[in-house]
């Protein structure tokens, strides 16, 4: 079933485009460019599941590991709602999240990450010139 549904979020971020939310405006374009690169993620990326937090998720540290998508579980409410670290390397995920979400989360964290990796290609490309 998990890689079924990982089939799936790969079709979904192919087809080229991504809504977040209820808000139409949290629409992603996936370009020509980023397809191959989150293509390559996906089959690169190791995920890592952890279990709860030692702490409020503000002071979280990931492993810092690109090659990592790392999935922190919020066991409570309180801790906040699910989320996408800015970098796209950590997801925080509640616990009773509903699939549709956590196909979201997933889009948005390899999104921001073949974003980054594409920015970071091109600056070392232009630096070389």
């Keep these: 079933m998990a890689l079924l549904r990982f ?3 790969a079709i979904l971020l192919l087809s080229g485009s991504l809504a977040f939310g209820n808000d139409s405006k949290q629409n992603i374009v996936i370009t020509d460019e980023l397809k191959p690169v989150i293509v390559q993620l996906m089959q690169d990326t190791k995920v890592i599941m ?3 937090l ?3 998720v503000s002071d979280y540290k990931s492993d810092g590991d690109p090659g990592t998508l ?9 801790d906040g709602p699910s989320h996408v670290s800015d970098d796209g390397e950590v997801i925080f995920m509640q616990a009773k999240a509903r699939d549709k979400e956590q196909e979201q989360l ?8 073949a974003q980054r990796k594409l920015e970071s290609t091109q600056q070392s490309s232009a630096s070389s010139q």
């Design 7 to 9: 089939f799936a979020i």
């Design 50 to 52: 952890r279990e709860g």
């Design 54 to 56: 030692n702490g409020p």
């Design 70 to 78: 790392e999935i922190v579980m919020l066991q409570n409410k309180s």
């Design 106 to 113: 997933i889009q948005l964290a390899f999104y921001l990450k």
